[in-house]
């Protein structure tokens, strides 16, 4: 069976506003809310666009043409005339490099797909981030739920305190019946103490990931699996890491022609005029200079970018069997931890409830000790936790491939 999994489309709203350094980010949030902000003012992403602009500059660096050289020269011979009938000469000349056939228009190419590859580049850190923080939001969700069970199974044994505390002062518990309890009770404290230092690290991993620092998130949805609609194609869709590598293979590339037509001598055209002051005279000069390659070949530019296209080509083979061995791992992941949780809501949760009375009854009835008591409230808590583990889990897989078939690299309906 296959499967995709959307969100609500309040992530992609067009009237969601990300947030901004003068905005600070809401103190309760749900997964929506959690994956806009990831695709909003992030740090990581703003680091992307910033690459963005800086290839942008490139492409007017390799769109421009050289610069004219323009030179002015006067001569004064004291004394005896030696160099031309004159006391005094005026020169003036022009250079301008000629670039040859081709090499602006390689730049020029090499250059937009550099920007090419830079926009699917934050496209695909778009992608990843907006997984990684729906993933952490999961694992905020499962550490308060982990506190709220702790909370939860506290009063339950103080419930169970106050019921062992009445049967022995009518004479039908020992002191251990109660002492037990407390020690129980001690127990749970630690675990709350450890639970909460857990929910703290929860809200720090989000809130850096999201880039607010100081940040106390609150998770205010739920544990739930994700709706699976839309069954994927037969072929699944390119990633944007794929597509990114392939963009900057495509740029590498690119350059390497760049590189090779730039090995190329140098040419100029020069022209200027030359003339003497009493007599007056003047001579018109043209020509041409090219350079003679003897030390320099620029062949280590060229040698650099032939390296770069091929570890760019190494990146694209491994990105193509990373997306297609991740998409095939999620897909199981889902469909296996799906079924792990319906067997536990078909076989487990409904004899949680019948399990606690159960106990409560028979303790009452003197037909149990006071571990068993203990026990059936520790299996509550213990089974709570293993359904949250599983329900987090699939929701992780599930956000985990919608990452892999590309669906947060832009806004769907």
């Known amino acids: 069976m296959k499967w995709r999994f959307v969100l609500s489309a309040m992530m992609i709203a067009a009237a969601a506003l990300p947030a901004t350094a003068a905005e600070p980010p809401p103190e309760s949030v749900d997964l929506p809310t959690v994956l806009t902000l990831a695709r909003g003012a992030s740090p990581r992403l703003e680091l992307e666009r910033k690459q963005i602009a800086l290839a942008q500059a490139a492409r007017a660096t390799a769109g421009a043409y050289p610069n004219p ?245 190494l990146q694209r083979t491994l990105a193509e069997a990373q997306s297609s061995a991740d998409i095939e791992r999620y897909r199981a992941q889902v469909q296996q931890r799906g079924a792990a949780l319906a067997r536990f809501e078909q076989q487990l949760a409904p004899r949680l409830p019948q399990l606690q009375q159960m106990a409560d009854d028979a303790y009452r009835l003197g037909r149990s000790t006071v571990l068993e008591l203990l026990d059936a409230t520790r299996v509550r808590y213990e089974t709570t936790l293993s359904r949250d583990e599983l329900t987090a889990n699939l929701m992780e897989a599930q956000l985990r491939l919608q990452a892999a078939l590309g669906d947060f690299a832009q806004a769907r309906p």
């Open 69 to 313: 050289t323009l030179s002015f020269e006067r001569a004064r011979q004291p004394g005896e005339l030696t160099n031309f009938s004159s006391k005094v000469a005026k020169q003036w000349s022009v250079q301008q490099p000629i670039l040859l056939p081709g090499q602006r228009s390689s730049r020029i190419r090499a250059a937009d797909l550099g920007v090419d590859a830079a926009r699917s580049r934050l496209t695909a850190t778009t992608n990843d981030l907006t997984a990684d923080a729906g993933s952490a939001y999961v694992e905020l969700l499962q550490a308060q739920r982990k506190r709220a069970a702790l909370e939860q199974g506290m009063a339950d044994l103080d419930r169970l305190r106050g019921i062992v505390a009445g049967r022995q002062s009518a004479g039908m518990a020992s002191r251990y019946d109660l002492l037990r309890v407390d020690v129980e009770l001690a127990d749970w404290r630690t675990k709350l103490a450890e639970a909460e230092a857990d929910l703290t690290d929860r809200q720090g991993q989000l809130a850096g990931l999201l880039g607010f620092p100081g940040w106390r998130p609150h998770g205010a949805g739920e544990l739930r699996p994700l709706p699976a609609v839309e069954p994927p194609p037969a072929v699944a869709p390119d990633s944007p890491a794929v597509i990114a590598s392939r963009k900057e293979e495509a740029a590498a590339l690119a350059r390497v022609t760049a590189a090779r037509r730039d090995r190329l001598p140098n040419v100029s055209l020069s022209g200027g005029q030359f003339w003497t002051v009493a007599p007056y005279g003047k001579t018109y000069s043209l020509g041409f200079e090219i350079e003679v390659p003897l030390f320099d070949t620029r062949r280590g530019a060229y040698q650099q970018a032939r390296a770069e296209a091929e570890s760019a080509s």
